[in-house]
T-cell receptor, first 114, second 114 residues
Framework: KNQVEQSPQSLIILEGKNCTLQ??????????LRWYKQDTGRGPVSLTI?????NTKSNGRYTATLDADTKQSSLHITASQLSDSASYIC?????????????FGRGTQLTVWP | EADIYQTPRYLVIGTGKKITLECSQT?????MYWYQQDPGMELHLIHY???????EKGDLSSESTVSRIRTEHFPLTLESARPSHTSQYLC?????????????FGNGTRLTVT
C-alpha cells in the first residue's frame, strides 16, 4: 500500500533553534517528493520539490534531503523564526500514470516559541 | 503568492441546504482540483478537472459535484448538506498534471453543517 508517514506529529522549538522533520514513504514507483508549508487557516504553499536524482534542495532557511534508496526525506529548518510555526506536509508523486497521483502525509505541526 | 481565490472562507449552514463553494484562479491553469482536509489528517482529492467541460471524481468518494464551464472557475456544489460534510475544502490548480508541477492552493472554505 502506498503511504507517506511523517514524524514527529508535532514539535515545539525555541526561536533561533534548528529542527529536522522526517518523511518516510512506500510509494512506488516514485516520481518526485515535495514539501509544503501550511499556515493556520491558509492553503499549503510549496517549499521544495525533488526528483529521484536529487539528494538535496534548499529554499532559504529550508533544506530538504532525499534518500531514494531508503525512501526517506527530511526537511531541515535553520535558525527558526516565529513565522515558521505551521504544518509541514510531505507529498509524494508516483509515475504510474501521466497524471501522477499524489500521496499526502498528515503533516508535522511545528510551533516556534519566542 | 498564487492567484487562486476561494469564497466563502467560512460557512455555517443547516442540514439539507444546498451550497456552492466558489473557486477562481487567474493563472490560466487548465488543471484544477478540490481537496478535503480534516484536522490532523491528510488531504484527500475529491474532484479534478483537466480543462473546460472535463471533470472527474477523485480518490475520496464525495456527494458533491463540480462543473468547469470556464477555465478560471471551478465551483463545488453540495445539493443537500449533512453534518458529515463538515470539513475544510481546498481548491488548487497546477500548470501541468498534479504529479508534474506544484499545486497552487487557495486558502480554503471551512464548512460547518449543523
Amino acid at each position: 500500500k502506498n503511504q507517506v508517514e511523517q514524524s514527529p506529529q508535532s514539535l515545539i522549538i525555541l526561536e533561533g533553534k534548528n529542527c529536522t522533520l522526517q518523511c518516510n514513504y512506500t510509494v512506488s514507483p516514485f516520481s518526485n517528493l515535495r514539501w509544503y508549508k501550511q499556515d493556520t487557516g491558509r492553503g499549503p504553499v510549496s517549499l521544495t520539490i525533488m526528483t529521484f536524482s536529487e539528494n538535496t534542495k534548499s529554499n532559504g532557511r529550508y533544506t530538504a534531503t532525499l534518500d531514494a534508496d531508503t525512501k526517506q526525506s527530511s526537511l531541515h529548518i535553520t535558525a527558526s523564526q516565529l513565522s515558521d510555526s505551521a504544518s509541514y506536509i510531505c507529498v509524494v508523486s508516483d509515475r504510474g500514470s501521466t497524471l501522477g497521483r499524489l500521496y499526502f502525509g498528515r503533516g508535522t505541526q511545528l510551533t516556534v516559541w519566542p | 503568492e498564487a492567484d487562486i481565490y476561494q469564497t466563502p472562507r467560512y460557512l455555517v449552514i443547516g442540514t439539507g441546504k444546498k451550497i456552492t463553494l466558489e473557486c477562481s484562479q487567474t493563472m490560466g491553469h487548465d488543471k484544477m482540483y478540490w481537496y478535503q482536509q480534516d484536522p490532523g489528517m491528510e488531504l484527500h482529492l475529491i474532484h479534478y478537472s483537466y480543462g473546460v467541460n472535463s471533470t472527474e471524481k477523485g480518490d475520496l468518494s464525495s456527494e458533491s459535484t463540480v462543473s468547469r464551464i470556464r477555465t478560471e472557475h471551478f465551483p463545488l456544489t453540495l445539493e443537500s448538506a449533512r453534518p458529515s460534510h463538515t470539513s475544510q475544502y481546498l481548491c488548487a490548480s497546477s500548470e501541468r498534471g498534479q504529479g508534474g508541477s506544484p499545486l497552487h492552493f487557495g486558502n480554503g472554505t471551512r464548512l460547518t453543517v449543523t
